[in-house]
């Protein structure tokens, strides 16, 4: 059962980090207050994925949980920001995560004893844009990838019999490049290297002090 809420949780918030990522390209943050836009996208994830949390006891728990004045919202503002990040979007909800193909190319590649390890990289690809740049499938085998070289497992058999190709190529004739395992797999170790060159709580800061 925890693990079942522990997974409902990670798609609930990968859901609204996608959301909000989303939203983000196409609109520009200036015009909006991110203290109201993160959670109208968690109250419109928790709804895409059937489960529903009331705008009213969303609005509670955040005046419960911050002090600041500043991070305090009204139901009626939280409704009208979903219509806002529902047109941003085209009204279009669905969002395929990586999950969904994990567990079994986990199981097919016997790499089992390794899901703990490889959902967690998962769950921080959600801080990345990867999800709306490449297919889900590619960030799955991406994150199973630096699992198996981090626990010098020898898998490279099996990624080649996926036919996946392990390098970048470019397809000109498309005007595209397309992204490939290894080359995900260095974007979020790249991630990994700039995001401990500075704590979660000093980008927080310094990001909220530029907002009015």
């Known amino acids: 059962m925890v693990e079942l809420k522990q997974i ?3 798609i609930i918030s990968c859901g609204r980090r996608s959301k909000q990522n989303s939203f ?12 109201l836009v993160a959670p109208t996208c968690l109250y419109l994830a928790a709804k895409a994925e059937e489960s529903t949390v009331q705008a009213r006891l969303l609005a509670f728990y955040i005046k419960k949980v911050q002090s600041d004045e500043k991070y305090r919202c009204e139901i009626k503002e939280i409704l009208e920001m979903e219509m806002k990040i529902l047109e941003a979007l085209n009204y279009y909800l669905v969002v395929f995560h990586p999950y969904r193909s994990l567990t079994q190319l986990l199981q097919d590649a016997g790499m089992s004893d390794s899901t703990q390890q490889t959902w967690g990289l998962v769950n921080d690809t959600y801080k990345m ?6 297919p889900p499938h590619l960030i799955a085998l991406a994150c199973m990838y630096i699992a ?7 898998n490279t058999a099996w990624f080649e019999e996926l036919r996946v190709d392990m390098n970048v190529s470019a397809d000109l004739s498309l005007g595209c490049y397309i992204g490939q395992v290894k080359n995900i797999a260095m974007e979020i170790l790249d991630f990994y290297e700039s995001y401990k060159l500075m704590s979660d709580d000093n980008r927080i800061s310094a990001a ?5």
């Open 8 to 10: 409902g949780y990670d």
């Open 24 to 35: 983000g390209f196409r609109r520009s943050m200036t015009e909006y207050n991110p203290r």
């Open 129 to 134: 844009d990867l999800i709306l740049v490449h």
């Open 148 to 154: 198996s070289v981090q626990k010098d497992k020898e």
């Open 208 to 212: 909220m002090n530029k907002l009015p």
